[in-house]
């Protein structure tokens, strides 16, 4: 950029890897942006431990934890950002006092159809010292479940056998932004245990609530059935602040704490749309572990005017990385009959024969912008741009259709000078932990009172 006077901002990136600070410069003349989340100071130890010992609405874990023999613990997988290591020490000396030693608790991760877990990552995750002295169970979605029954919703609840061997199952997750549930966390958790037969019904048999942040959705409430059936009644919520540290938690009965903790979300991690910027940068640490779990950040992109220059950052040490049916990559011809076969394998034969002639008749009808898409979201991405700060541990991302991949910071923003070149004031707006952040056409209107730049 020449001789240029920059100015910078500091975002982090490499989740569970390489987790690191990098800078963004851009020149003095161009209009920055960040909206930080409006998060509260880290926990400190002493925190912790008094939430810990508060629980809503359920005796403290000591005290549950008494005359167990076989208890696990189900953590959310290394698509979650969840800090699991700040608090596994304290639950370990709860069990503790309880009579159970850390060799006998086993840590269930529940992986949902994401497939087998880096092992160092994981330790990462968990805590290291944890990992060496507690059993560590990947679920794995096609084998090791056992059927339990239906929901009310017809949901055939397959459930990981280590979990149903258990006399106290307890969780660990985050609540973040979810396409499908509104918000993540609670009762979700439990999805990550479940067998594909179960996970496929779920994503295929519910709308879900498309990105809109609803969480009264059949979604949610037949998630809230299994959790009940299997047991899983202690839930560790967990919210980070854009650096990854534990800004709160809420532990207990989390039927009954779960509204409050996505009020936390919904007022915490707010901002506004990215309305006319020039330039929209999404981050998409803390969930950068892969370019298909960074895309649980995408929505400032999706919101981003159609002339305007779309960044995504992302370390993406596991490549491409995996999902049993959202993967990213490939024929998009072969992921919409692949969606297709899901949704039919799920759906009554009276059900098939009525969506046929539904489409027959509306043949030529095409939805509205508002039925098709949640508020201020754009029609499709034309261009992204994917910066791709490298590490040692990366794994190659494969050509993709609209994707460009950069690793030199400077080539960005030499594309944003050549895009923009008319303007002299160029306006770039930057979500610094996108896949946290809550985006609404709301926001736009005035709820967030101050953008921290």
Request: charged fraction near 25%.
């Amino acid at each position: 950029m020449g001789n240029k006077v920059m100015q910078e901002v500091e975002i982090r990136t490499g989740v569970w890897y390489k987790d690191r600070l990098i800078k963004l410069t851009f020149p003095n003349s161009w209009e920055v942006t960040t909206y930080w989340p409006d998060t509260p100071p880290p926990l400190t130890d002493e925190d912790i431990l008094e939430r810990i010992n508060i629980p809503v609405g359920q005796p403290p874990l000591k005290e549950l934890a008494k005359g167990k023999k076989n208890p696990i613990i189900v953590i959310d997988d290394l698509a979650r950002p969840t800090p699991v290591f700040r608090i596994m020490p304290f639950l370990l000396k709860e069990f503790n006092l309880a009579g159970i030693h850390s060799k006998d608790i086993r840590i269930l991760v529940a992986t949902g159809t994401h497939g087998d877990q880096d092992q160092r990552a994981l330790a990462n995750k968990i805590g290291k010292e944890t990992a060496e002295s507690c059993q560590i169970i990947t679920h794995h979605d096609k084998r090791n479940t056992r059927f339990i029954g239906n929901t009310s919703f017809g949901t055939p609840v397959y459930v990981n056998r280590e979990g149903l061997n258990s006399d106290l199952m307890i969780g660990i997750g985050g609540i973040y932004p979810n396409q499908t549930a509104g918000f993540g966390g609670g009762a979700k958790l439990a999805l990550g245990i479940l067998g594909r037969k179960s996970i496929m019904h779920l994503h295929f048999r519910h709308a879900g609530a498309d990105g809109t942040y609803n969480t009264d959705n059949t979604f949610r409430k037949d998630l809230t059935e299994i959790a009940r059936m299997i047991s899983l009644n202690t839930i560790y919520a967990l919210h980070i602040n854009a650096q990854l540290d534990l800004v709160n938690l809420t532990c207990g009965d989390h039927f009954i704490y779960f509204p409050q903790s996505v009020e936390f979300s919904r007022e915490k991690y707010i901002a506004p749309l990215p309305g006319d910027a020039d330039v929209v940068i999404a981050n998409g640490y803390p969930s950068d572990i892969s370019y298909t779990f960074m895309q649980k950040g995408i929505k400032p992109i999706r919101c981003a005017s159609r002339g305007a220059t779309k960044i995504m950052i992302g370390s993406n040490p596991q490549g491409i990385g995996r999902h049993g049916f959202f993967q990213q990559g490939g024929s998009q011809r072969l992921k919409d009959y692949k969606f297709l076969y899901h949704k039919l394998s799920v759906m009554e034969p009276k059900e098939i024969i009525s969506k046929i002639l539904k489409k027959i008749f509306l043949r030529g009808q095409r939805p509205t912008m508002s039925e098709r898409k949640s508020p201020g979201m754009s029609e499709e991405i034309s261009q992204l741009w994917v910066f791709r700060p490298q590490t040692d541990a990366s794994t190659p991302i494969p050509q993709l259709p609209g994707v460009q991949v950069v690793e030199a910071w400077d080539d960005i923003l030499k594309v944003i000078e050549q895009e923009h070149s008319s303007k002299k004031n160029i306006k770039v707006r930057i979500y610094p932990c996108a896949p946290l952040q809550y985006l609404d056409a709301q926001a736009i209107q005035g709820e967030v009172e101050e953008i921290h730049k």
